[in-house]
T-cell receptor
Framework: DGGITQSPKYLFRKEGQNVTLSCEQN?????MYWYRQDPGQGLRLIYY???????QKGDIAEGYSVSREKKESFPLTVTSAQKNPTAFYLC????????????FGDGTRLSIL | AQKITQTQPGMFVQEKEAVTLDCTYD???????LFWYKQPSSGEMIFLIY??????QNATEGRYSLNFQKARKSANLVISASQLGDSAMYFC??????????FGAGTTVTVRA
């Protein structure tokens, strides 16, 4: 079955530590996205990539970094510069046609120890 | 300025009744798309329905229909014959020229037996 796999499901970060969230898709989609969701809130765009080796900042990119070395993979690193990283992180991908929806992974819950 | 406004933080609906979730949007683009997603308590985002700005007919998908009023910039979701499994958070989202999605704050729907 095609889909998006996010790992781990739960992640804990110590102060001053960088952590990396994995996102892999086998849908052959060119575009991939990272969102942050705080409790009771909507999704906010962190970074997105429309093609391999290229990515753009979203609305809340500070304290995060990404890479897109392979079409299937779009890992997100939450750096120590992100002072409030506790949130639910969702990865999505999208095919090329205009009306195609973004498909989402199951998310990673990040907490501070 | 908010691009997507969902004014109902929470709603209760009786099983088998219909419920309408409000969504208004703000854009100066002529070409845009509107999406509705469902987020159960487990966290995954499930695509429900899509309406393109040039689509003349309101979109329907099973028990979901989208009441699209372009002049009023509204894209309300109607869920007919509510089921207990419809209890979830519902998000309205808009895609503009840059193919990014902007999400509203969401509406929590609770279906009562």
């Amino acid at each position: 079955d095609g889909g998006i796999t996010q790992s781990p499901k739960y992640l804990f970060r110590k102060e001053g530590q960088n952590v990396t969230l994995s996102c892999e898709q086998n849908l052959n989609h060119d575009a991939m996205y990272w969102y942050r969701q705080d409790p009771g809130q909507g999704l906010r765009l962190i970074y997105y990539s429309q093609i391999v080796n290229d990515f753009q900042k979203g609305d809340i990119a500070e304290g995060y970094s990404v890479s897109r070395e392979k079409k299937e993979s779009f890992p997100l690193t939450v750096t120590s510069a992100q002072k409030n990283p506790t949130a639910f992180y969702l990865c999505a991908s999208k095919g090329g046609q205009v009306g195609q929806p973004q498909h989402f992974g199951d998310g990673t819950r990040l907490s501070i120890l | 300025a908010q691009k997507i406004t969902q004014t109902q933080p929470g709603m209760f609906v009786q099983e088998k009744e219909a419920v309408t979730l409000d969504c208004t949007y703000d854009t100066s683009d002529q070409s845009y798309g509107l999406f509705w997603y469902k987020q159960p308590s487990s966290g995954e985002m499930i695509f429900l329905i899509y309406q393109g700005s040039y689509d003349e007919q309101n979109a329907t998908e099973g028990r979901y229909s989208l009441n699209f009023q372009k002049a009023r910039k509204s894209a309300n979701l109607v869920i007919s014959a509510s089921q207990l499994g419809d209890s979830a958070m519902y998000f309205c989202a808009m895609r503009e020229y840059d193919y990014k999605l902007s999400f509203g704050a969401g509406t929590t729907v609770t279906v009562r037996a």
